[in-house]
């Protein structure tokens, strides 16, 4: 074993996809890219971390709903150029070519290239961690995105596809929720 930097910490516990979250007030749609998520219970909520550093961020807040879309890994330069432009300046969906679709829930939009979207309403948000606790209200996906392999951020601009699956529900069948 040999010791590196503490801060290398979170590049080896890294809980989920990196994701487009999209958000709209008014007329007035963005997406931005998040790479810290997790599912926190059975009952659909998720939590991603966001704060003021994003442009997206007091809409989110004030709408209190979004679409949290799950990119595949084909799309890892337009996620990571999704996250370094503002859409303060910028027409997001116009520079990286996205198609908006309209969500049932919410007003902000679903993300045709991707692989799901998760239509999601705020239900917390823990300030000191910039935790946004959401709450799934519609899920739907696209079979016709031919790349179903999940982008994964280690925080240091290295990134890792999910590759070989591994199906063991059998196995876990008694502690699974129904529906799941």
């Not at 930097?5 to 007030?25: D, M, N, Q, S």
């Not at 998760?118 to 606790?133: A, I, T």
Request: hydrophobic fraction near 45%.
């Amino acid at each position: 074993m040999q010791e590196v930097a503490v801060e290398k910490a979170l590049t080896f516990i890294e809980p989920g996809p990196v994701v487009l979250v999209t958000t709209a007030e008014g007329a007035k749609q963005n997406v931005m890219t998040i790479s810290w998520t997790m599912a926190i219970d059975f009952a659909q909520h998720i939590v991603l971390t966001a704060g003021g550093w994003n442009y997206s961020f007091d809409a989110l807040m004030r709408t209190k709903e979004c679409c949290v879309c799950i990119p595949p890994a084909s799309m890892a330069k337009t996620v990571v150029g999704i996250g370094m432009v503002s859409g303060a300046d910028t027409d997001k969906f116009e520079k990286f070519h996205l198609h908006p679709l309209p969500a049932q829930q919410v007003a902000a939009p679903l993300l045709e290239e991707c692989i799901a979207c998760l239509e999601c309403k705020v239900v917390d948000y823990v300030e000191p961690y910039g935790f946004v606790v959401l709450q799934a209200v519609r899920v739907v996906i696209n079979e016709e995105v031919e790349d179903r392999r999940l982008l994964h951020a280690v925080g240091d601009g290295i990134f890792f596809a999910d590759g070989e699956k591994f199906n063991l529900r059998q196995d876990m069948l008694e502690k699974l929720p129904p529906r799941l």
